[in-house]
């Protein structure tokens, strides 16, 4: 059995949800492709596909190997072409994880020119709060904001980003700017907390190389960087957070920076991707232009 066909022929089958739609496509006998994909699974030793009269579905192993077997192709097509400086023969997929507000506000506005750059690429873009698991989930790399654990991945740091404090216009006026950090003892921090549940000690101060925390007011704790910055604007609490995710809000007013004398330590910003010795060509050139894009954006 030639395994790299077989497992064309497979992709094409699970994409068409058919072996007569695949075999049609691919100039093949519907029964040639059939004895092909059995004797895949034999191989294996496991199912990949649930067949019905109607349609052709993946079986949980189908799902994880039909995505294995995408990438292992991609990748075989990209050392085909890898002594060509086409950007047109760099193809596959990249699936890419970066909180929100990295993404909306620093990535996304810039992903057109990369993808037109390189059309062969397909990308998946993950954006949440969550920290994804980058083996089990099969991230390419993960950017990652804040002091990392270890994980045995390897990390490349980017940069710094400035955090700095914010408040609305409408809060300052109900409750008055903060001059000091004793003042903070009257006024309401908007908590972000990763998990509900638990309360951050306070207003952070990074002075003098160490960390220190002030208790303030404060009913409303949120999971979630959009909500903590909409808080914010809706005026309910002060917040801490990177300069460049508000600087769109600091240009129109909708928020003020108070107490800068009084700032929390700055973010580090990381790539962070598997232990792989050759990393494929297209994931070496997003991290290349991801690392770019952020330049502009962090301290060093």
């Excluded at 949980?60 to 050392?79: F, H, I, S």
């Excluded at 023969?89 to 990535?107: C, F, H, Q, T």
């Excluded at 960390?211 to 309910?236: P, R």
Aim: proline share 5%.
């Amino acid at each position: 059995m030639d395994k790299i066909y077989a497992m064309q022929l497979f992709i094409r089958v699970a994409e068409l949800e058919s072996f007569s739609r695949a075999a049609d496509s691919m100039g093949l006998p519907k029964g040639s492709v059939s004895r092909q994909i059995q004797a895949l699974e034999t191989h294996l030793g496991t199912q990949l596909l649930h067949r019905t009269t109607r349609r052709v579905q993946l079986t949980q192993d189908g799902m994880v190997y039909y995505e294995r077997a995408k990438d292992l192709l991609a990748n075989m097509d990209e050392l085909d072409g890898m002594f060509l400086h086409d950007p047109s023969s760099i193809s596959g997929r990249l699936r890419i994880d970066m909180p929100v507000g990295v993404a909306k506000n620093l990535v996304i506005p810039r992903l057109p020119a990369f993808l037109q750059q390189y059309p062969g690429i397909e990308l998946e873009l993950s954006s949440s709060d969550r920290l994804v698991d980058i083996i089990r989930e099969g991230f390419d790399c993960v950017v990652r904001v804040g002091t990392l654990k270890d994980s045995g991945l390897i990390a490349r740091q980017l940069g710094r980003l400035s955090v700095i404090n914010c408040a609305s216009p409408d809060y300052l006026a109900r409750f008055g700017y903060p001059e000091t950090l004793d003042d903070l003892s009257s006024h309401a921090l908007v908590h972000y907390a990763v998990n509900l549940g638990t309360r951050p000690p306070g207003f952070e101060v990074f002075q003098d190389k160490q960390t220190n925390w002030v208790k303030t007011g404060g009913i409303l704790t949120v999971n979630s960087t959009e909500t903590y910055q909409a808080a914010c604007l809706a005026g309910l609490g002060i917040i801490q957070v990177p300069r460049v995710g508000v600087r769109e809000a600091l240009r129109a007013g909708k928020l003020v920076e108070i107490l800068p004398q009084y700032r929390a330590e700055p973010m580090p910003v990381s790539l962070i991707y598997p232990h792989r010795r050759n990393l494929s060509r297209r994931v070496h050139l997003f991290m290349e232009w991801l690392a770019t894009v952020l330049k502009d954006y962090v301290d060093h």
